[in-house]
């Protein structure tokens, strides 16, 4: 348990100490320009309260792969100047991320004034977790923040290595993730209902095996549910197939059996003659049977009676974690299977949790989102999150 059970900034006395706050800045740019600032948006509620609390704020992000090269293309400057007008106050920009001009910058720090260091992958020593660089950061501050989820599944100087050397707490953004999503993993209220879908079986075998022994049914849709058609003997046609991963879905099978869980598969498919080419252009597709599959057709979205079938799963539970679309949701003749899975969940009064990535992106775009207890922040961490894995981002906090 004590993994989910972390300091936050409000747990500690922030008042005038240096506190150096990992954040995402991620951004994504075109010609110098942020096209979207929701991950600065995101992180505004630590920083805001750290600048109220006279705290002397320093921001360190990481932005693109300069792969450990200094690379103007990839400042986090103009991430910094918007930041500064969310903030309605002035945010100053190092030049560099340890070097003199951020050690001086950080040294006359007043209180509630923020900074933001330059791109911390403008040192190789970031991503090889080095302990003299991670040193070098911690210099700087007294107190270390980890506040992005999206990287607290990657042991790197920003994201733990600087745990060792300075006292480490989350927050709000990783505060609300270990909270929610992992306090339903580790103690979750029932019925529990997991739902995975997307392409491959091989991308999550230790999401489906950790799910399979915390729910009480897991579902699987999306193109990962023909592997587990076939492992029950069905006839799939040209649906995706990880032919590699039969017999992990036939040991799954048993598993459920065993541990006495419902493991709920596609009684029906959306299928058609060929994968759509572009993948949201228009396509002809037919709803049929799992047992009626043609050889020459494949199956890329669940079914009307499927849809009803998961719905239903989830309308009866009290917790519902998704990942995973149903089908190929890119294109609007295939996302109805998704659409379904979205509804539903954003109509029960159960704790429902969208766990990043596609789904997450899914929820948001028909406009979901603020009906889900918690759509996750990071895919790769959140599919590790339900791994049942600890993330070294969060590992490193201090216990409450
Ligand atoms: P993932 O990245 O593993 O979550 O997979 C997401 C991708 O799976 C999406 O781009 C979907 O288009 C794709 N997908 C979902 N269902 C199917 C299916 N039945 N056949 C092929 N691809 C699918």
Request: with cysteine; hydrophobic share 45%; glycine share 8%.
């Amino acid at each position: 348990m004590s993994s989910y059970n972390k300091k936050c900034v409000e747990d500690i006395d922030v008042k005038g100490k240096k506190v150096i706050v990992r954040v995402d800045f991620n951004v994504p740019l075109k010609d110098g320009v942020i096209t979207d600032d929701k991950r600065i948006v995101a992180a505004l509620p630590t920083i805001k309260y750290l600048v109220d609390n006279k705290a002397k704020v320093i921001l360190v992000s990481h932005m693109g792969k300069p792969k450990g090269q200094v690379n103007p293309k990839f400042s986090l400057a103009p991430a910094s100047k918007r930041l500064g007008e969310l903030l309605g106050m002035e945010v100053l920009q190092a030049t560099d991320v340890v070097g003199e001009d951020a050690k001086a910058k950080a040294a006359s720090l007043q209180e509630g004034q923020v900074m933001m260091l330059e791109n911390a992958r403008f040192h190789a020593e970031e991503e090889k977790n080095d302990p003299a660089f991670a040193k070098e950061l911690a210099d700087m501050a007294e107190i270390f923040v980890n506040d992005a989820f999206g990287t607290a599944h990657r042991a790197h100087a920003t994201t733990a290595g600087i745990a060792d050397y300075l006292p480490a707490v989350s927050g709000y953004l990783i505060q609300k993730e270990i909270s929610i999503m992992g306090k339903a993993l580790a103690n979750p209220e029932r019925p529990f209902v997991g739902i995975l879908g997307g392409a491959k079986v091989a991308d999550k075998l230790n999401v489906i095996s950790n799910l399979l022994e915390k729910c009480d049914t897991l579902i699987i849709g999306g193109g990962m549910a023909y592997t587990f058609l076939k492992a029950m003997g069905k006839e799939i046609g040209e649906s995706l197939l990880d032919d590699s991963k039969l017999d992990y879905c036939k040991e799954m099978i048993a598993k459920a059996e065993k541990l006495g869980k419902k493991l709920l598969l596609p009684i029906d498919a959306k299928i058609a003659a060929s994968f759509p080419d572009p993948i949201d252009g228009p396509i002809e597709v037919k709803c049929v049977s799992v047992d009626e599959i043609p050889a020459d057709m494949q199956g890329l979205d669940i079914g009307c009676k499927t849809a009803e079938l998961f719905a239903n799963a989830v309308k009866s539970a009290k917790t519902v974690v998704w990942n995973g679309p149903m089908g190929v949701f890119e294109n609007p003749t295939l996302a109805e299977g998704t659409i379904a899975i979205a509804k539903a969940m954003a109509e029960t009064d159960a704790i429902t949790i969208v766990g990043g990535g596609d789904s997450a992106a899914a929820v948001k775009k028909m406009g979901f989102a603020d009906k889900i207890t918690h759509v996750s922040t990071g895919g790769g961490a959140s599919l590790e999150f339900l791994e049942g894995l600890v993330l070294p981002g969060i590992a490193c906090l201090q216990d409450k």
